[in-house]
């Protein structure tokens, strides 16, 4: 299953805006941060350059619901929710660790450009072997169309 990957943030006072609260900018470092760590643990095997591949944000959808200040601790959850033949979906939450309320929500579309052409590439199946957890939830993307048709 295609469990959140989750990263543990101490927000810190440079973190914060003169209002108090963590920067809506912020927000963003603490996502990429997440997204990173997720791709360390779950990512390409041996990594991007291995594949001759780089990854690029090419849009962002974010839902900012409450705030956050110093010293709180934050869980960055990041998992794959959408694969194409092109672009990957993950989607992204920040929940403050003391409440267990959410403080943002986000779904991040990536694509991978070819590092020499500096062009975006299709997933191949080079890549996937990489990344299994692509097909992991491409299978899983199957089985609920399957379940969907008559």
Partial sequence: MN???????KVRGF???RFGHVNN??????????RWDYLDARGPKDGFVALGVFPVVVGL???????SSAGD???VSTRVAKVSSRKIVMRQSIV?????????????SILLVD?????????????????????EY?????DRSARMSP
């Fill in 15 to 17: 973190h914060e805006d």
């Fill in 96 to 108: 403050q660790v003391s409440t267990g309320k959410l403080c943002c929500e986000a779904d991040v």
């Fill in 115 to 135: 590092a020499q052409s500096g062009r975006p590439t299709t997933l191949s199946d080079r890549i996937r072997q990489a990344w299994p957890e692509l097909d």
């Fill in 73 to 75: 601790e934050v869980h």
């Fill in 138 to 142: 491409a299978e899983q993307a199957s």
């Fill in 3 to 9: 469990a959140p990957f989750v990263t543990a943030i």
């Fill in 61 to 67: 959808s974010i839902s900012y619901r409450r705030p």
């Fill in 25 to 34: 900018a912020r927000y963003l470092e603490f996502l990429e941060e997440g």
